[in-house]
T-cell receptor, first 113, second 114 residues
Framework: DTGVSQDPRHKITKRGQNVTFRCDPI?????LYWYRQTLGQGPEFLTY????????KSRLLSDRFSAERPKGSFSTLEIQRTEQGDSAMYLC???????????FGPGTRLTVT | QQQVKQSPQSLIVQKGGIPIINCAYE??????FPWYQQFPGKGPALLIA?????SEKKEGRFTISFNKSAKQFSLHIMDSQPGDSATYFC?????????????FGTGTRLTIIP
C-alpha cells in the first residue's frame, strides 16, 4: 500500500499523560500536514511541513502540542499533558507540490479519559 | 469564523437519484476547491477538485459546478448508489503565497437508499 499511513490507529490515554503519533507520507511527497477532526465536524488545520521545515502552525496548536519531521520523511505529533478536550481524530495528509492535492491517512483516534 | 458553509447537514436520496451538496465561501482569495468523501473510521479521500477558471468539472459520476460571482460551488453525484453513502466535505484554500491549509465545511451525511 503506497498511501499515507498513521500509527497508532487508536489511542486511549488518561488525562495528563503524553502521547505521540506517527505519520508516514506518500514517498516523494515533500509536503506533510496535520489536521484535527472532532465528531460531526470537518478537519481543522494544525500545522504543515515542507520537507523538514515547519512552515505554518495554527492557533489551535497550543504549547502542549509539538510536531517534527526529521529528515523530511515521517512526522510525529506529540501532545503533552493531555486534556479531555484533546479527544479527536488526528489526521495526516501529504502532497507532492504546492497547489497540489492533499491525500489523507486513516487517522489516529485519541480518547482522553 | 466559518469561511466555508456547507449544506445540507444530511441528505437521503433514493438509488439512481442525483444528490446535490452545496458550499459557499467568503474569502475571495480562495482558488482551489476540493471535495472529499469520508467513510466512518476512515480518513477523507479526495474525490474531485476545481479551480475558479472553469464553471464545471466532471470525473466519472461526480460533477462540481462552480459559480465564482456567487462564491458558491456544489457537488452532484449522478446515478447514486448505496455505496456512495458517506460524509462529504467541501474545502477551499488560497494557494497564493504558498498558503497550504485547507478550510473545510462541516460535512454532509449522505444516505442512498436502495
Amino acid at each position: 500500500d503506497t498511501g499515507v499511513s498513521q500509527d497508532p490507529r487508536h489511542k486511549i490515554t488518561k488525562r495528563g499523560q503524553n502521547v505521540t503519533f506517527r505519520c508516514d507520507p506518500i514517498s516523494e511527497h515533500n509536503r506533510l500536514y496535520w489536521y484535527r477532526q472532532t465528531l460531526g465536524q470537518g478537519p481543522e488545520f494544525l500545522t504543515y511541513f515542507q520537507n523538514e521545515a515547519q512552515l505554518e502552525k495554527s492557533r489551535l496548536l497550543s504549547d502542549r502540542f509539538s510536531a517534527e519531521r526529521p529528515k523530511g520523511s515521517f512526522s510525529t505529533l506529540e501532545i503533552q499533558r493531555t486534556e479531555q478536550g484533546d479527544s479527536a481524530m488526528y489526521l495526516c495528509a501529504s502532497s507532492p507540490k504546492v497547489e497540489g492535492e492533499q491525500y489523507f491517512g486513516p487517522g489516529t483516534r485519541l480518547t482522553v479519559t | 469564523q466559518q469561511q466555508v458553509k456547507q449544506s445540507p447537514q444530511s441528505l437521503i436520496v433514493q438509488k439512481g437519484g442525483i444528490p446535490i451538496i452545496n458550499c459557499a465561501y467568503e474569502n475571495t482569495a480562495f482558488d482551489y476547491f476540493p471535495w472529499y468523501q469520508q467513510f466512518p473510521g476512515k480518513g477523507p479521500a479526495l474525490l474531485i477538485a476545481i479551480r475558479p477558471d472553469v464553471s464545471e468539472k466532471k470525473e466519472g459520476r461526480f460533477t462540481i459546478s462552480f459559480n465564482k460571482s456567487a462564491k458558491q460551488f456544489s457537488l452532484h453525484i449522478m446515478d447514486s448508489q448505496p455505496g456512495d453513502s458517506a460524509t462529504y466535505f467541501c474545502a477551499a484554500n488560497d494557494t497564493n503565497f504558498g498558503n497550504e491549509k485547507l478550510t473545510f465545511g462541516t460535512g454532509t451525511r449522505l444516505t442512498i437508499i436502495p
